[in-house]
């Protein structure tokens, strides 16, 4: 399947599916790899990849639409990419409502995505755009899957005080009380209305990223551990060792966008070298 490929000068790279408008691939200035992509994925037409950045709209999780919605199993337009003022590379790609979009969610819309390369930086900006004469509700997002050497030295800083909602539980919200939120099981959780910056570290050795996010409400923490691992056919048993999600968006409550109007949300990782921030 086709695929766009920044190559920065520092060394860094992205890899971007037309296929979801969907990374795959981020290595930093220094050649590490820093997403996860299932040795398992299918790449294919009719299913999302497992692994990198799949894109969430209209819909989060389970719902009358495919999970996690549409765009994810869409395939969008490149529409170029050039050098920034700032030195990044930017790429552009877009996705516009159709025949097949408009018969299962009957709404006109444009989206366009910007990833934004730079020395150890990625910026996604998501744009939504209402091109119809009445309004619709939403939920978007980015289901980042980070690379972890090994999961039970990568941890999550920045979610204590919050409240939560255990996908896997009680659906009653939780205050999470953990300074460092770590891995030994199966993990589900949206952070409604989660702080703009987190920290994600991966050990003494890992490198380690700050997760910024702008007009981007909620986090989401996911990872399927031993069982669920097993019962999915695009993943390894054992990979549930080597990613954690860390997912930025409008994913707990809908949002209501008017016609003509725009809704515009982004998220921007930083690499940190192995070690600091600890
Ligand atoms: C997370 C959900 O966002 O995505 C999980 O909270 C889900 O419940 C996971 O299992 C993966 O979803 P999918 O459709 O990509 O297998």
Sequence with gaps: MPYVELRHS?????????????????????????????????????????????????????GPLPKHGFARISEWTFLGAESAADGCLEAK???????????????????????RLGIDVLEIVFSVHNAGLSEFTFKNGLHTYFAAGDITGTNLEGLDGCKFIDFLSDPRPCLETRKNIDFACETDRVYPMAPDR???????????????????????????????????????????????????????ENLTLLPGKTHISSSRFLKIAAGRGQ
């Design 10 to 62: 520092s060394g860094a790279r992205l890899e971007v599916y037309l296929h979801g408008a969907h990374v795959t691939s981020w290595k930093n200035s220094g050649g590490r790899e820093m997403f996860f992509v299932s040795k398992k994925s299918f790449f294919r037409p009719d299913t999302p990849i497992r692994g990198g950045i799949p894109v969430i709209f209209p819909q989060f999780g389970d």
């Design 198 to 252: 987190l920290l994600l570290r991966h050990g003494a050795e890992g490198d380690a990223v700050i997760i910024e996010k702008q007009d981007m409400r909620d986090v989401v923490v996911w990872n399927p551990w031993i069982e669920k691992s097993m019962r999915m056919d695009d993943f390894g048993d054992d990979e549930y060792k080597n990613m954690v999600c860390v997912e930025t968006g409008n994913l707990h």
């Design 93 to 115: 790609f877009e996705l516009r409502h159709s025949q097949e979009s408009i018969k299962i969610w009957p709404h006109q819309f444009r989206l366009e995505l910007v990833f």
